[in-house]
């Protein structure tokens, strides 16, 4: 596997002793039992397996990606978030990621299915094209009050403590690189 998240890691390490079975004798099971969708396979690790719904998601997930040749190359998440209509966010987006790389060598940048993640030795924030006009950086900034363009997360996203709107390049400024600082400096 590549890059692999190191939570999604300690839970495969863990497996064998929360499940009884490493990740390799699940794929095992799954494949014997000759079903290819999210919800039968799921039925079938926490029904007849008694395996907790977490373990039974991750397995789910990991045995469909390698079933489908694996997961997809970072870059290609990244592509797909600023294909189409989003593609004008992408050098907003771009001016982020170098912003936050100055912050220092262990910076991480890990591309999701609809955001990225920026990661520390914990997340610190993400980045996330919202809209066909609109890029979203979320942060983690415990004990910070909301104000003026650093909201509150509300709804945006349960992982993060706030939010700003980007529209344009320079809603990009010394005031979010600042906050964006803060959040690394935090994790």
């Known amino acids: ?16 002793e929360k499940t009884g079975k490493s990740l390799e004798d699940w794929y095992g099971v799954i494949q014997k039992a000759g079903l290819e969708k999210h919800g039968d396979i799921m039925k079938l690790l926490k029904g007849e397996y008694d395996v907790t719904h977490g373990f039974a998601n991750t397995i789910t997930l990991l045995y469909r990606q390698q079933a489908a040749g694996g997961p997809p190359a970072e870059e290609d998440l990244v592509a797909a978030q600023f294909a189409g209509p989003k593609a004008g966010l992408k050098p907003l987006y771009d001016e982020v990621i170098k912003t936050v ?7 991480e940048i890990a591309p999701k299915k609809t955001y990225v993640s920026l990661r520390r030795s914990k997340q610190f924030g993400l980045v996330q094209p919202s809209t066909q006009t609109r890029l979203d950086i979320g942060l983690i900034l415990k004990d910070v009050e909301p104000q003026g363009r650093l909201e509150a997360s509300g709804s945006f996203n349960a992982m993060c ?24 400096e935090a994790a």
């Open 161 to 184: 403590s706030h939010r700003i709107r980007i529209k344009q390049p320079g809603d990009f400024d010394a005031e979010v690189k600042g906050w964006l600082k803060q959040a690394y």
């Open 101 to 107: 790389e100055s912050f220092g060598k262990d910076v």
């Open 1 to 16: 596997m590549p890059d692999i998240d190191p939570q999604l890691q300690t839970m495969i390490d863990n497996m064998p």
